[in-house]
Structure formats: structure tokens, C-alpha cells
């Protein structure tokens, strides 16, 4: 498929870039910024500068595009944050502008809604402080992204509600739940390979889905 992913300057979005051209698509990696992109060269990969928030130059990334894989996100902060809503619906407002993009893979978080019950630490003081305290503003901009796409049915979109992102050497064999994560963590390779396996089903259509990593198979 031609695949244009958007926010491809991230460590998760990097790994997608790699992950979608080792499954042999064809990929234009977005950035808002105009620095090279720490990937190497390969005939099916072009670079496309766009800015998300604002829609400058969506169209013109998404032209000849399938799919739009979307790692778009931000750090935890006091402030309001609008680039999961704000962008995706430009992302989706791109795409229906060309006929040929039909596929959107949009990244949330598996604290999005509240996550099913585990330890009594988690559940009573991690996740709550998380949720409500340090990424109040960020989980209440995912939440509005998802109910946003909840409103679209002209396109064939799923939500990624990973576990808490670290970084790994290499893609496991991960879990893939409905709705709510059923381990803690999520590698970027592991998030990666399971955006680019979307592309080949058609399942998980306008749901969420969590990919998570087994522990012992990380590594750091």
C-alpha cells in the first residue's frame, strides 16, 4: 500500500516508518519540522513536511496515499492540549479529500478510559494521578479524539490503546486486546508492528484494539 504516516520524527513514529517499509509499502514520512529524518534511504520512502494542528500541507502528504498511520502526541502538561483531537480531525478531513485514502491507525493510550481493575497501587494511586493529575489535559484530548471518530463512518478507521511506551531492540510476539490492555507496557517496536499489520485486516474496523508486550520479552 502506499502508507503516509504522520508524526514520523517521534521514536514510535520511526519505528513505524521502518516497520512499514520492511512489510513493503510505500511510505512518505510526515514531519512539521524540515530536519532530516534519522532513516536510511530506501527507493520506496519520501519525505513530506505538514503540521497536523494547523492542516498545512495534509493534503498534499496524503495525495497519493491508502492509509494514514497517525503517531501524533505530546509530553504530559498543565496546559490545554489539542493535537490528538485538533489533528486527527485534519488527518481525516485530508482524507476525504482523496478518493484513495479509505484507512486511518490513530494512536491513543490504554489510560484513555480507565483501564480494568488490576493491583490495588495501580489502580487506587498510579493510574488516577495519571488519568486525573499530570495527564488530566492529554486524556481528555484523546478521549475527544476517539468520540470524534466515533462520528466518522466514511472511513475505515482504528484506535491503538497501547500500555505505557518503552523503547526495544527488536518486535516480540505481543497481545492484541479489544477495548482495554491486558499487560502494563507496550514496546514502540511492538505499537509499530501492530499499526502496519492493520493495514491487512479488516477486524478491527472502527473499534479500538491495545497491543501490549510480555515483560520477559523486552529489552531495553
Request: a neutral charge; one cysteine or more; hydrophobic letters at 40%.
Amino acid at each position: 500500500m502506499r502508507v503516509t504516516i504522520v508524526g514520523a520524527a517521534g521514536p514510535t513514529g520511526l519505528w513505524l516508518c521502518r516497520e512499514a517499509l520492511r512489510a513493503g509499502h510505500t511510505v512518505t514520512a510526515v514531519s512539521r519540522r524540515p530536519d532530516p529524518l534519522p532513516l536510511d534511504p530506501h527507493p520506496e520512502l519520501s519525505v513530506a513536511q505538514a503540521d497536523a494542528l494547523s492542516g498545512n500541507g495534509l493534503d498534499e502528504a496524503v495525495a497519493t496515499a491508502d492509509a494514514v498511520l497517525s503517531t501524533l502526541g505530546c509530553a504530559y502538561t498543565r496546559h490545554p492540549v489539542s493535537i490528538y483531537s485538533v489533528g486527527t480531525r485534519n488527518i481525516v478531513e485530508a482524507m476525504r479529500r482523496n478518493p484513495s485514502a479509505r484507512r486511518l491507525v490513530a494512536v491513543s493510550s490504554g489510560l484513555t478510559y480507565p483501564p480494568p481493575r488490576g493491583n490495588w497501587f495501580a489502580d487506587h494511586l498510579v493510574f488516577p494521578l495519571l488519568r486525573n493529575v499530570i495527564g488530566r489535559t492529554l486524556y481528555a484530548d484523546m478521549r475527544a479524539m476517539e468520540e470524534y471518530l466515533q462520528t466518522v463512518d466514511d472511513l475505515d478507521w482504528t484506535v491503538m490503546r497501547p500500555g505505557r511506551l518503552i523503547d526495544a531492540d527488536q518486535v516480540s510476539d505481543y497481545r492484541l486486546d479489544l477495548d482495554h490492555p491486558t499487560q502494563g507496557i507496550t514496546t514502540r517496536a511492538d505499537l509499530a508492528a501492530a499499526m502496519v499489520a492493520e493495514l491487512g485486516r479488516d477486524d478491527h474496523l472502527r473499534r479500538a484494539v491495545s497491543p501490549t508486550t510480555n515483560r520477559r520479552r523486552t529489552s531495553r
